[in-house]
């Protein structure tokens, strides 16, 4: 497994600092447009929801992305902070096939 000392950004953030705020949108609005709830929403942009494959592929429509973008950067961020805050994994030995 790769280590990185600094974790990978929130999908949430990168929604906010990426697409948000340069295109002048309101979390209202852009909740909306993708036909989920505000709070939905604020959840997400707020680093405090996670992306499901259902908000990846909503997403993925209205900034014209793939929502493999979304799930990638939702991915590697739980994978991260799961290595960082369990130890049970590293007990865990090959099996042999």
Do not use: C
Request: overall charge positive.
């Amino acid at each position: 497994m790769r280590t990185r000392k600094r974790p990978p950004s929130h999908p949430g953030g990168i929604l906010k600092r990426q697409y948000i705020e340069p295109l002048e949108l309101t979390v209202t609005g852009l909740a909306q447009s993708l036909g989920v709830s505000r709070k939905t929403l604020s959840k997400i942009v707020n680093e405090r929801g996670s992306v499901t494959a259902d908000m990846a592929l909503r997403l993925g429509r209205a900034f014209e992305t793939s929502p493999e973008m979304w799930m990638n950067l939702q991915r590697s961020y739980d994978l991260w902070h799961a290595s960082k805050e369990s130890n049970g994994w590293k007990s865990v030995s090959p099996v042999a096939a």
